[in-house]
């Protein structure tokens, strides 16, 4: 397996929630995490606003705010890719 940035990883989790809410195994097996990261990344995305937990589904979803990231995030990947492709 590659190396993966916190960035990376952050996006991952971010588009796997972004389908409707997600619970926390189905975000841990799509951005390939073990449950002790898994907490330290949901709680780092919750408290900066790009994730939010609803309790009453036991879900999470992407904000508006996460989905911002994820755009510039895709932007920036296109523009890196486009450029080492050359």
């Known amino acids: 397996m590659k190396y993966r940035s916190r960035t990376e990883i952050i996006a991952l989790i971010l588009e796997t929630a972004n389908s409707g809410g997600v619970n926390k195994t189905k975000i841990m097996y799509k951005a390939l995490l073990s ?24 879900i999470y979803k992407t904000t508006d705010k996460g989905n911002r990231f994820l755009h510039v995030y895709n932007q920036l990947s296109e523009l890196i ?5 050359r």
Not at 36 to 55: R, T, V, W
Not at 81 to 85: A, D, P, Y
């Open 35 to 58: 449950y002790p990261q898994l907490k330290e990344y949901l709680s780092a995305l919750i408290e900066s606003g790009l994730l939010e937990y609803q309790e009453s589904m036991q």
């Open 81 to 85: 890719t486009t450029k080492t492709k």
